[in-house]
């Protein structure tokens, strides 16, 4: 007698291969028992406490989403049904290089400033630890001990990494701070990081020449974990800027993952396949590359992240006072509008492309869900918000979008950020977008295509020896979804409407969305990697 039996599920199990037609139980967070085309071979079927009816419903693996700003979110909401209701159960959070460990008082000050747009300014949050193995405790002893609402696991921001060893200056490091920044890689690895990310376009990150980003990528590999760049450019210099971190990890002999791996701006429209050829001639040879993308063709960051770097440097209060002298801001606006920010990836900024998302100052709550009608309007959102506006680019091309995901190493990843009053719907609804839109109603990619994208291709990334398939042994984090009616609710207009065609979510074998609804449980944890042998 299990504890729960999903009887005549139609299992879409991750490998890729067929679906077929079974009885899965589950026992001890596991799945014990799969017993295929059990009602028509009229052999014993597996009996459990409880029995889940699942005629007409698709079981898969839990979805992995490669990409995730929830760093706080899973600590100041146990609900996070924004993923959970999504099928979502393993976030991979840390990414673009800042994030909240490691850190120290200053540096811990400095990093909630700086990505106050991605996150909110953390003062709702006790942010009481300093070490990555700290934060990955905090996430397991969340919410009066009990746990967060999906799984999570953590890359060594290397933003945050220069800003603790250097600062947030542009020049290089002095060979005792490279020192110790690869002591800080080292140790957020030791303690469960699962690899490093990088912000290459964002303060400190973009101010580390290849020969530094080089020497963290070997520590990385010593560990076994992965690269994962925001690299330098996703519009003008953006094929550069792939094969750029495509040589440096080869060199470093480090497993690379290209986050958001997009072709944005008019520059690119069309240019898919040359990306993709530069992927292929280099997996050819041996490379480990693996991507990710979100299916949508508007980006989203902050609004300061369009800044020429140069303007950046030194922090936060560095950038309010260059905004505030009117010479000062007059170059930025020169370098925005008619040379092109490397912080808006080499292209001349088109204001009608940018639309406010979100505001930390209620008194500019009038300016979201409005485009930017130009550098006066930016300017003072920046200086009033104090560089915590969000923003949509509306850059993308669906061409693009849509070669890239049929890609052999593609994954998914939301991007989602979920602050601001009307966010990217990309953090509500990414992975149904992929069943319903691309898989059921376009046919991109199968309907088994699609959900290997989304659980094996990430979990072998990863590393994760028992997720990603339905497999007996393996952690039953699994989803129940009805293929005919699976679709996000997510629009531009309503963000965070929740999907529909998605009744059932197990983390670890206890239900986190059961019928519909969110549960209480939080059965979500920390997963650390175990470094490899060095």
Known sequence: M?????????????????????????????ITTIVQEAAAAGCQRPTGRRVLDAEGLVLSPGFV????????????????????????????????????????????????????????????????????GEYLDRLDGAHGGRGIAVNAAYLVPQGTVRALAVGWEDRPATEAELDRMRRLVAE??????????????????????????????????????YYCPHHRSYGAGALDAYAEMVA?????????????ATMNFGVNEGRAPELLALLDAALDAGADISLDTYP?????????????????EGGPEAVLARLRDDATAERI????????????????????????????????????GRRVDGWATARRLLVEDRLGTTILQHVGHEENVRTIMRHRVHTGGSDGILQGLKPHPRAYGTFPEYLGRYARDLGVLSLEECVAHLTSRPAARLRLPDRGLVREGYVADLVLFDPATVASGATYENPRTLPTGIPHVLVGGKFVIEDGRRTDVLAGRAIRRTPVSR
């Not at 077929?20 to 139980?25: F, H």
């Not at 800042?98 to 709702?124: H, K, Q």
């Not at 920010?341 to 008194?363: L, M």
Request: glycine letters at 14%; hydrophobic letters at 35%; proline letters at 4%.
């Open 65 to 132: 989403d490669m990409h995730a700003h929830s760093d706080l979110a899973l600590l100041r909401d146990p609900d996070h049904s924004a993923k959970a209701a999504q099928g979502v159960t393993l976030e991979v959070l840390g990414q673009d290089g800042l994030s909240y460990a490691p850190v120290d008082g200053r540096t811990r000050a400095e990093v909630r400033r700086a990505i106050t747009g991605w996150n909110g300014d953390g003062s709702d949050v006790d942010m009481d630890w300093r070490t990555v």
């Open 333 to 368: 606006r020169h370098h925005l509008e008619e040379t092109g920010s490397d912080g808006c990836h080499g292209v001349p900024v088109d204001w009608d492309t940018i639309e406010v998302s979100g505001v930390t100052g209620p008194a500019l709550a009038g300016f979201v």
């Open 2 to 30: 299990l504890e729960l039996v999903i009887r005549d599920a139609e299992v879409v199990d991750g490998g890729g291969g067929p679906s077929y037609r079974a009885d899965v139980g589950v026992e001890g967070g596991r």
């Open 188 to 225: 957020g690895l030791e303690q469960g990081a699962v690899g490093m990310s990088s912000g290459l376009t964002y303060t400190p990150g973009m101010y580390a020449p290849d020969a530094e980003l080089t020497e963290l990528c070997r520590v990385v590999a010593e560990y076994g974990g």
């Open 296 to 312: 949508y063709t508007p980006g989203c960051t902050t609004l300061v992240a369009l800044l020429p770097s140069w303007a950046s």
């Open 248 to 260: 440096l990890t080869r060199a470093a002999g480090c497993a690379l993952h290209l986050a958001h």
